[in-house]
């Protein structure tokens, strides 16, 4: 039995109609805080037809157009839910991805990543810091110059060695002697 188009729709209805899966639902809840369904006894979920419409946008964003979380977020506080529950509705075509997101350059604007030509010790064989800084052989820019790291790119990678640190460590067993 089919529902008016004007009828609240569960969970599943959503989820099933949107193909994606209930968590993914609840998970953007917590993301986008445009998004709120109706919630009754027990937390059982009823999307309205807006609510819904506003879902199929955020869907079709993220993976038809390919905006990251943050980028839906930026275009909801720039455009505002209409916009985007027209996008979900098919009234409005979704504007292409900037060029330019969040300090993101431009093609051929970025400076070229270094090139690795010689195999790098494995972690804790040798200091990070010698081979952030541009001191460990066959460390070399795309052009062929040897040289340093600007002192962002080795902070940037000083954090996330510290995070794949710490991930290392969760994944660890404990010694428990």
Request: hydrophobic content about 35%; overall charge positive.
């Amino acid at each position: 039995m089919d529902k008016a188009p004007e009828a609240f729709r569960t969970i599943s209805e959503v989820a099933e109609d949107l193909d994606l899966p209930q968590h993914v639902l609840r998970f953007w809840e917590t993301r986008f805080t445009q998004i709120k369904p109706l919630k009754r006894g027990g937390g059982r979920r009823y999307y309205r037809p807006g609510d819904v419409d506003l879902l199929k946008g955020i869907r079709t964003l993220l993976y038809g157009e390919g905006y990251t979380i943050r980028g839906v977020q930026r275009i909801l506080r720039e455009e505002g839910n209409g916009y985007v529950s027209s996008v979900g509705r098919g009234e409005t075509e979704a504007r292409k991805r900037d060029l330019e997101l969040d300090g993101v350059p431009k093609p051929g604007a970025a400076r070229p990543a270094p090139r690795i030509t010689k195999r790098v010790p494995p972690l804790g064989a040798a200091p990070f810091a010698k081979h952030a800084a541009g001191e460990a052989e066959g460390v070399e820019s795309a052009e062929g110059e040897r040289g340093g790291l600007a002192d962002n790119q080795v902070e940037s990678l000083r954090l996330a060695l510290a995070e794949l640190e710490a991930a290392r460590n969760l994944l660890r067993p404990e010694d428990k002697n």
